[in-house]
């Protein structure tokens, strides 16, 4: 059985000096919503990724966006 999977974005996005506009995701492995001791162990249980929101690229760092975002608007 896998863990599910319960997504969070900071709404907020930067745009790099490529061109990708990126906000912060972070995906819980919990049965639900992470409870309030998880919360407080920080990392357990959590995956934070950052995602460009115009290509769908995703990275384990902001600065991992190197190369320029192709739905990069004109």
Known sequence: MAPNHTE????????TPTG??????????????PSLETLTQFDQGRRRIWRCVQCGDERNEPSGFEQGCPNQPV
């Open 20 to 33: 990708h506009e990126i906000l912060v995701v972070t995906e819980w492995d919990d049965d639900g919503a």
């Open 8 to 15: 969070h974005d900071s709404g907020i996005t930067e745009r």
